[in-house]
T-cell receptor, first 115, second 117 residues
Framework: AQKVTQAQTEISVVEKEDVTLDCVYE???????LFWYKQPPSGELVFLIR??????QNEISGRYSWNFQKSTSSFNFTITASQVVDSAVYFC????????????FGSGTRLQVQP | GAVVSQHPSWVICKSGTSVKIECRSL??????MFWYRQFPKQSLMLMAT?????????EQGVEKDKFLINHASLTLSTLTVTSAHPEDSSFYIC?????????????FGAGTRLSVL
């Protein structure tokens, strides 16, 4: 069975601070995908990144960066120089590489960026 | 990213009535669509998976007769909440995945907030 744990329920930072959202996963599959989605107050989930289990290279996209460490089953997400618009709930998710590839979501981390 | 349209965004209905929610992939063909339910301040719970032209696969504990899913075409899936009751009030979100043009990534609709009186 797959499981995704986001231990941080809520995080509050002041604008321009860096913040890291933690994600730890469990799976018996050797091939799988990891995702991060952002859910702003409007409700729509916005896709941020997908990472293949075979690709452990860290990725940077603007102010966003992701650190994938297979040894610790973690896929952490860092926002550099946070902005008020980053306020949202962030979900980490895991899917099998084959079959239905349904997403297993973590419980989400609510990020509040104060001006 | 790919665009998924979900309608209506908000619906209020009386207990006992049925409500239909539409999920459309606007710029890609969705071989698979998913329906999720989300309670306030909680994560998304997968309800069912649908593939075009075949019966939906429901998750354990989800009533097939209560939540009817139809995936009639490669761009449209519908969820009908039949004989809705107040406990069905929730936020329902669909997602769509296509093999071409989306890299197999699930893209989500904006969600439908259902309130049953």
């Amino acid at each position: 069975a797959q499981k995704v744990t986001q231990a941080q329920t809520e995080i509050s930072v002041v604008e321009k601070e860096d913040v890291t959202l933690d994600c730890v996963y469990e799976t018996r599959d050797t091939t799988y995908y990891l995702f991060w989605y952002k859910q702003p107050p409007s409700g729509e989930l916005v896709f941020l990144i997908r990472r293949n289990s075979f690709d452990e290279q860290n990725e940077i996209s603007g102010r966003y960066s992701w650190n994938f460490q297979k040894s610790t089953s973690s896929f952490n997400f860092t926002i550099t120089a946070s902005q008020v618009v980053d306020s949202a709930v962030y979900f980490c998710a895991l899917s099998e590489a084959g079959g239905r590839r349904a997403l297993t979501f973590g419980s989400g981390t609510r990020l509040q960026v104060q001006p | 990213g790919a665009v998924v349209s979900q309608h209506p965004s908000w619906v209020i209905c009386k207990s006992g009535t049925s409500v239909k929610i539409e999920c459309r992939s606007l710029d890609f063909q969705a071989t698979t669509m998913f329906w999720y339910r989300q309670f306030p301040k909680q994560s998304l719970m997968l309800m069912a998976t649908s593939n075009e032209g075949s019966k939906a696969t429901y998750e354990q504990g989800v009533e097939k007769d209560k939540f009817l899913i139809n995936h009639a075409s490669l761009t449209l899936s519908t969820l009908t909440v039949t004989s809705a009751h107040p406990e069905d009030s929730s936020f329902y979100i669909c997602s769509a995945r296509g093999e071409r043009g989306t890299g197999g990534i699930q893209y989500f609709g904006a969600g439908t907030r259902l309130s049953v009186l």
